[in-house]
């Protein structure tokens, strides 16, 4: 354990003498899973942790790296770097973003009826509760179908908050201001209702992945941590505490200290209690070196084609540690192999190297951005399970494209006049 620990320290102090930008995907991931790894380690005695998880994530984080500095040394020795001399493109337009956001609230809106919301569950704080908890209990112990309306409602609440972090840095008045808040509506909606906390976070590491690659595409450099963005990133993760917070007590249907205190140690296990899961199941069980069965990491395609079925939750043995969540990394041992596991995070760290180098140099198409947030969003939901696994992932960046095309091609029609809002 001391030695996974020293090396962590060592990839981070080596990160910091190259001065990469803890920005770019490869330091982005170092410092995201080695930080999660560090912080767990005081939150569970010894009796939980064996090492083996531990040590692969680590060598995941290395692999990354490598397939990282790998293609962009390849790129920098072979093509020539310099930005493209072709046409700016234009990937934002205010009035498209407003629709998008109305469709998504009013589908919520519809999707919360059907589930038997009406204006008598919202007349007393009483009746609000026993309607949230009783959508919680049906949607932990009777097994529904997801019909075409719902798939429908959640992509769009998904794809709101992804196009409005993408749309952030145009922001230039208060009402624009007030539109890219207003993206989470929708999912805030589903969360106070039905306790679906996975989506709300899936829809702020989104909006994020959206700011990041937004950022770097209008600046050619990476964003710069400074004081203001802490306290703004600070605030948004006290607000969102206190709403997860809320809704589980609403789940759980009273608000005593016992529930507070249950609550509490929910979240140490939601928050925390992957990564000792992960480490306890490859210490635990006999993994293979090298497989090419994709039944987890790209599950949501694979069902959606009808190769495969899927279930709730991905995985349904508990663990020791009380979660069936082991990260999206089980997924990917399962599918690919201990060694095959680690060349996948080498190829995505290639991936994402070669679709900067066209962010950066102006040659990008749409797809280089679509690809290269879908490779941000991958490692900030990947505490919980590939995000491919559900199919309203992927068409949540199908929309995203689709937003990306059609507002570039508005803008250029209207020679930018449709960015008014």
């Known amino acids: 354990m001391i030695l996974i620990i020293f090396v962590l320290f060592l990839l981070f102090f080596i990160d910091r003498i190259i001065k990469n930008s803890g920005f770019s ?40 790296y490598l397939g990282y500095s790998t293609m962009s040394y390849i790129i920098n020795v072979n093509f020539i770097t310099k930005k493209t001399e072709k046409k700016v493109r234009h990937y934002h337009n205010w009035r498209l973003l407003f629709i998008l956001i109305c469709l998504a609230i009013l589908s919520s ?18 009746s609000f509760v026993s309607l949230n908890t009783e959508i919680a209990y049906e949607r932990y112990n009777i097994n529904q179908s997801t019909n075409l309306f719902n798939q429908i409602s959640l992509v769009l609440a998904y794809a709101s908050p992804l196009c409005a972090g993408f749309m952030n840095h145009y922001v230039k008045n208060f009402k624009q201001r007030v539109l890219i808040i207003s ?41 710069k941590m400074k004081l203001s963005t802490l306290v703004k990133s600070f605030t948004g993760a006290v607000t969102l505490f206190i709403l997860l917070y809320f809704s589980m007590l609403l789940r759980i249907g009273d608000f005593t200290l016992n529930s507070q205190m249950i609550v509490f140690e929910k979240f140490k296990l939601y ?108 490692i900030l939901f990947s505490f919980t399970v590939s995000p491919w696994s559900y199919m309203s992932f992927v068409l949540t960046f199908v929309v995203f494209h689709m937003f990306l095309i059609v507002s570039s091609r508005l803008y250029n029609s209207n020679e930018g006049s449709s960015e008014a809002l």
């Not at 569970?44 to 998880?53: A, I, P, T």
């Open 25 to 64: 995907p490869h330091s982005f991931f170092t410092y995201y899973w080695g930080g999660f790894i560090i912080i767990s380690l005081p939150f569970y005695n010894e009796r939980y942790w064996f090492g083996g998880g531990l040590f692969w994530i680590t060598l995941s984080i290395i692999a990354l």
């Open 109 to 126: 809106v519809f999707t919360l009826i059907g589930k038997g919301l009406d204006t008598s569950s919202l007349k007393s704080f009483e």
């Open 183 to 223: 993206s989470f509506l929708p999912t805030l909606m589903i969360l106070l209702t039905t306790n679906t906390k996975a989506g709300t976070i899936a829809s702020i590491f989104l909006f994020v992945s959206g700011i990041i690659v937004s950022y770097l595409l209008n600046n050619k450099q990476y964003p």
């Open 271 to 378: 928050a925390l209690g992957h990564i000792p899961a992960f480490d306890i199941w490859v210490s635990s069980e006999n993994q293979s070196l090298f497989s090419l069965i994709s039944n987890y990491t790209f599950q949501g395609p694979i069902s959606f084609l009808g190769l495969n079925s899927k279930t709730q939750g991905i995985f349904n043995e508990v663990s020791p540690v009380g979660t069936n969540v082991y990260t999206a990394f089980r997924g990917i041992i399962e599918d690919f192999g201990l060694i095959g596991g680690l060349g996948f995070h080498f190829i995505l760290g290639a991936f994402a190297a070669f679709n900067i180098h066209k962010i950066l140099c102006g040659g990008e198409s749409s797809l280089n951005i679509v690809f290269l947030t879908s490779i941000y969003f991958y």
